[in-house]
């Protein structure tokens, strides 16, 4: 027997199973869902310089994709709308592509230092310019796009799973404890690139063409 068949045996396949696991959520935290931005989600939206954000095409097939920039580089259109800029990148954009088939997307607002963090889920588009990509540039360079979600459920989310990953943590952190990033792309995706030109491709001259 394989260890998938055994793993099979205790497959969960309806919401009653799960919840005789995990048990029902407290009426505070089964209501805490709203549908327009409050103003402590404005000023978190404000103070966070990273957000993940999830979408999947018309077969379910799924894409996180990581967004950075300074903080507040994302933009409250009003109580109800978000845009995310889209900079320069390696052109593949699995979630702009699955956003043309399936609009539904979520996203996690980060703040360095804080375990809890806010979620918002909906549905999104994509735009090639707006009057407000001005007030979106950086280092003189506007965005490429922007993904514009219409906001339908958004929350905050406790801080259980940075504080059992001790993710902000400097002592815990061991940043070698893998391969390079020049290591991980001669093995996987430059196998014709040395080492060296790798090294020097993702030093100094990585960071300064972010823009």
Known sequence: MGSHDSVDDHRIQTAEQLRVLVG??????RDKVRTTLHELDRDWIAASPFCVVST???????????????PGFVKVLD???????ERKGNKR????LNVLENPHVGLIFLVPGR???LRVNGRARLVADAPWFD??????HRPVLALVVDVEEVFFHCAKAFMRSRLWHPSTWDPMAV?????I???LERPEDSVEELEKYYGEQYSTGLY
């Open 24 to 29: 029902e959520p407290l009426p505070r935290v």
């Open 56 to 70: 999947s095409d018309s077969e379910g097939r799924c894409d996180s994709s990581p967004k950075g920039d300074p």
């Open 79 to 85: 109580d109800t709308t978000l845009a995310v800029p």
């Open 93 to 96: 954009v699995d979630g702009y």
């Open 115 to 117: 375990g809890d963090t």
């Open 135 to 140: 007030e979106m540039e950086v280092k003189g």
């Open 179 to 183: 391969g390079s990033r020049p290591e």
């Open 185 to 187: 792309a001669k093995a």
